[in-house]
């Protein structure tokens, strides 16, 4: 559910809504088809299925665009040629005309109330010449013999869209309410990821002058701190700049922190390959990126000799519900990995301590090179 859940994430409440009605209308033709096809009504069920796939592929096109506009006509259209299918081939013996008055209410909630009010002409002018068709082609319909009833369903769609433009109204009314809201939860998001970013930032150059006047021998270790400084700094620009601000695209921080490295250590004959397409929570991303700055640094000071060589980096969700991360280089590696991992500098005392936090347990292989592997569970939602 979960996943389901992270998949349909549209990000504004009235996509949200869309796509609410897109499931369940798929889910009520689809027990509709079941029904109807058990049942022996075939040219039904024929009409169900097809809605329903129809609706599958609108939704996955609605997922991928995030076209508002557009998935709600299409919404609209494909449901109203089901239920006016229906209705025509039943000869009116079927809820669908129900349907189809209440149908105009959804698209009141996605498109401008003339470009509504002109839909709701256009369906009830359409029910009027499916009417006349079926008193030419069947006269003795009861519906079509009865003033009364037919009176009584066009008292019924006006009250029903009367009410529709009431609900439209006070609904409208919550939807900009939530917006305003969500934009300025936003906005304030983005001011203190920007300020986090700053703060870091200027607390990674006050470190960076503090290591200028220093000896060179003494230096580096301050320079090392200043890059861890920055590697989180780096995590906050990244939300501060995006859509999202609860996650941040694996791949693209990796890249832009081994850059980073790659380019201070002068090595331009070592080459990073990262794969990984997932979006990780601040926490998890920042844990990460202190483990892959020690890494990195590790291996561009000692794995290599001149001819350079590979680093490979990489996510990737493990069947457990969890995650994998693994890292390597094909340099010098080590004949006893654990000795090295359990030693005390106060890098490998960080990438411990984010394992910790990750709640993760690593491993470390040492032939043809170091290799990291570090399995966590995946936050919770």
């Known amino acids: 559910m979960k996943r389901l859940a992270r998949l349909w994430r549209f990000g504004e409440h009235k996509a949200v809504l869309l796509a609410r009605f897109y499931v369940t209308i798929i889910a009520v033709e689809a027990i509709a088809m079941l029904i109807d096809a058990a049942a022996g009504r075939y040219h039904n069920a024929i009409i169900e299925a097809g809605s329903s796939l129809l609706l599958a592929i609108g939704l996955w096109r609605f997922h991928r665009s995030r076209r508002l506009h557009a998935a709600a006509y299409y919404f609209f259209a494909v449901v109203a040629a089901a ?5 025509w081939l039943n000869h009116f013996a079927t809820m669908s005309v129900v349907f189809v008055l209440l149908l105009p209410l959804t698209i009141l909630l996605f498109v401008r109330l003339r470009i509504a009010l002109l839909i709701e002409a256009g369906m009830l002018g359409v029910m009027a010449l499916l009417l006349y068709a079926e008193s030419l082609n069947n006269p003795d319909n009861p519906l079509v013999q009865n003033p009364h009833a037919l009176f009584n369903l066009g008292y019924a769609a006006g009250i029903i869209f009367i009410f529709g433009l009431l609900y439209h109204f006070s609904i409208v009314k919550t939807f900009d309410e939530l917006d305003d809201a969500n934009r300025q939860k936003e906005m304030l998001l983005k001011e203190v990821h920007h ?8 607390v990674a150059s006050i470190v960076g002058l503090q290591a200028n006047a220093l000896p060179p021998s003494q230096r580096e270790h301050l320079l090392g701190s200043k890059i861890r400084i920055e ?3 780096m995590v906050h620009e990244m939300l501060y700049r995006a859509d999202d601000l609860e996650h941040v695209d694996f791949a693209t921080y990796m890249r832009r922190l081994s850059t980073l490295l790659v380019g201070m250590s002068g090595r331009r004959d070592i080459a990073v390959d990262i794969r990984g397409d997932d979006a990780l929570a601040l926490d998890t991303m920042v844990q990460l990126g202190i483990v892959a700055n020690e890494l990195l640094t590790n291996s561009l000071k000692y794995a290599f000799a001149e001819a350079g060589g590979t680093i490979s980096i990489s996510l ?9 991360f693994a890292y390597g280089d094909d340099g010098r590696g080590s004949d006893d990995p654990e000795a090295l991992v359990q030693g005390n ?15 993760g347990e690593m491993r470390v292989t040492g032939e043809g090179g170091l290799r990291y592997e570090i399995r966590f569970e995946k936050e919770t939602a």
Do not use: E, H, M
């Open 345 to 359: 500098s106060l890098g490998l005392k960080l990438i411990r301590l984010a394992v910790r936090q990750l709640r």
């Open 231 to 233: 590697s989180i700094a």
């Open 83 to 87: 239920l006016l299918g229906l209705i």
């Open 195 to 202: 300020r986090v970013k700053n703060n870091l930032n200027v």
């Open 316 to 324: 990737q969700a493990s069947p457990g519900q969890g995650y994998v």
